[in-house]
């Protein structure tokens, strides 16, 4: 699948704020582990050849593609343990992940209205923004933030990854279109979410992220990016390969890990259907994939979460820099196809 112009257009957005990792890791075998990360006890890895359900062409094509397009880890995941693992001799800890923190910043939504911090997603942003409450800003509620339906466009030279105090920049924009009228791709309307987070939390969307995410999924080297005090909800969460990895746990658990629930079914199966009819390709801060029967977090340079759940199937890639010569979306476009010929044979 070739990246719509919209998103392309968000990603080349996103190349202003991405942070170059430095080159201190090492590389790594198909089932080796990178140096700079240490075992927890979580993690199984198996070897490909010995299950006669994958499909070894396919996993030696992908790890292939990984290396040819740039990227600086690759992670294949299947009934739970990692099948795929490939590292650049770049792969730094921390990573960035780029935009598909904006499908993190979904999570904590959903999480907040389990709590009952939040009503729904139909709450106008002027409950927690009084400065939205008037004129077009006060249409605006949660669902339009969620859903890229804000009225907020498409934002180039004058983008949030421009400016320092991102939340008071988002704060003092105004729609330029009819909420739920549009679709656009919108960065300062994901980084809008932080401040309402945060008042719906009670305390810093960045701690509850940590003390109800990523604590207790054990994503030890993982937090969101904070700038100058506030967390940046539209992009660049700082967190490890597997670290990501086990966010696509969660999600084929639905919403449960080792039997404590962390968000609710029914978030995720609203999440991760079309959630407006502008592009039917797109959640509440998921992409969906329907030609892989499937659903990801997608940010700049293809660093993507890909879930494939009746295939049991987790895919993590993520790359810092830029390769000359390969075009954002090369990936995916020749990743897509191959990621369920990765299953021969299911029980």
Not at 124 to 151: E, N, Q, Y
Not at 199 to 218: N, T
Request: glycine share 6%.
């Amino acid at each position: 699948m070739n990246p719509s112009p919209t998103r392309r257009v968000a990603a080349l957005l996103l190349a202003s704020v991405a942070l170059a990792a430095s080159l201190r890791g090492q590389g790594a075998p198909s089932t080796g582990q990178p140096s700079s990360r240490s075992e927890d006890g979580f993690w199984k890895t198996a070897n490909a050849r010995d299950d006669l359900e994958l499909n070894v062409h396919a996993l030696t094509a992908h790890e292939a593609l990984c290396q040819r397009t740039g990227a600086d880890a690759c992670l294949v995941i299947h009934h739970g343990r990692i099948v795929q693992e490939w590292y650049s001799k770049a792969y730094a800890v921390p990573m960035y992940a780029m935009s598909s923190t904006k499908s993190v910043a979904g999570l904590l939504t959903g999480m907040l209205i389990d709590d009952g911090r939040i009503r729904s997603i139909d709450q106008p942003v002027c409950d927690f923004i009084t400065t939205w409450c008037s004129g077009l800003r006060a249409k605006v509620t949660l669902r339009h933030l969620l859903s890229m339906t804000s009225g907020l466009p498409v934002m180039r030279d004058s983008s949030v990854g421009f400016v320092h105090d991102k939340n008071a920049y988002v704060i003092h924009l105004t729609p330029t279109a009819e909420p739920g009228s549009k679709w656009a791709y919108s960065n300062e309307g994901a980084q809008l979410l932080s401040p309402i987070l945060d008042k719906a939390a009670g305390e810093p969307i960045q701690d509850y992220a940590r003390r109800r995410l990523f604590v207790p999924l054990g994503m030890s080297s993982t937090q969101l990016h904070v700038s100058p005090t506030n967390a940046w909800t539209y992009a660049d969460m700082e967190t490890t390969a597997r670290d990501f990895a086990r966010l696509g746990i969660l999600m084929l658990n639905r919403g449960s890990w080792q039997g404590r629930k962390i968000v609710s079914q029914s978030w995720l199966t609203s999440s991760t259907q079309p959630s407006q009819s502008l592009n039917r390709r797109y959640g509440l801060l998921w992409w969906i994939d329907p030609e892989i029967k499937g659903y990801a977090a997608h940010g700049h340079l293809d660093t993507d979460l890909h879930v494939i759940p009746d295939l049991d199937l987790v895919i993590v890639r993520m790359q810092s820099k830029p390769l000359a010569g390969v075009v954002e979306g090369q990936y995916e476009s020749e990743a897509l196809s191959l990621f369920r010929k990765m299953i021969t044979r299911r029980n």
